[in-house]
């Protein structure tokens, strides 16, 4: 029974996994096809309409979280100090990388102009995937696991895990309110990230499968 439980994560990793795509290609679809007006003219003036200048400056504070110079400072920092470099610094910088990249890419394909209304932040360039939302559901996703999976304190892991889980649900949101992205654009980064997730834990897992069999392997006699 001992090992069915690792055994059925895996499985339900998958599932997940799977259905994030499904849902990602879904949107994409609609997004493609200009079916999105239905759901998302609603939700994003129902953020509009909660828009006030000392909420905006929260929202800002928020969103900055997931900017490119937050998360190319804390991953120098993971890499930088010897203790996080190989269980924090190296995943979450080449997981972040791999994610902005495949986020470029399907901007420049999909080609969607921001929402034509007033923006409370400066952005250039396509709307579809929301970068701050994929960057930020991967990146601070991913640290949760990796805090588990690395941490035997669990009072610590559980308030890390709320401070991490802070950013990586508000940031889309953000991004709504600020009128820099559509909710499909939110979405649609979302279910990207989090089969992204399940990628580079299943990355990671095997990983450390493979120098668990390296070490356990009888000393070679010369």
Not at 17 to 32: E, Q, R
Request: proline share 6%.
């Amino acid at each position: 029974m001992a090992e069915q439980k690792p055994a059925a994560a895996v499985y339900v990793r998958r599932i997940i996994a799977a259905a994030a795509l499904a849902g990602f290609a879904v949107i994409l679809i609609c997004v493609a096809t200009g079916h999105t007006a239905g759901f998302d003219d609603p939700v994003r003036n129902w953020f509009y309409s909660l828009r006030s200048e000392s909420l905006t400056k929260v929202v800002i504070v928020i969103t900055n979280l997931a900017s490119k110079w937050v998360i190319i400072g804390l991953c120098i920092l993971l890499l930088i100090i010897p203790r996080t470099r190989i269980p924090f610094g190296l995943p979450l910088s080449a997981g972040a990388l791999g994610m902005i990249l495949l986020n470029s890419l399907i901007k420049h394909l999909v080609q969607r102009p921001r929402p034509d209304v007033p923006h409370l932040a400066e952005e250039v360039g396509y709307s579809f995937p929301s970068g701050h939302s994929i960057t930020s559901m991967f990146f601070y996703g991913l640290a949760i696991f990796l805090v588990w999976q690395n941490s035997k304190n669990r009072r610590l892991n559980i308030v890390l895990t709320v401070l991490l889980a802070i950013p990586m649900i508000l940031i889309g949101p953000t991004r709504i309110y600020l009128g820099v992205h559509f909710p499909t654009d939110v979405l649609g980064a979302w279910c990207l990230a989090i089969a992204g997730i399940v990628l580079a834990v299943e990355i990671l897992e095997a990983r450390s499968r493979a120098v668990q069999a390296r070490l356990s392997e009888p000393p070679r006699r010369s």
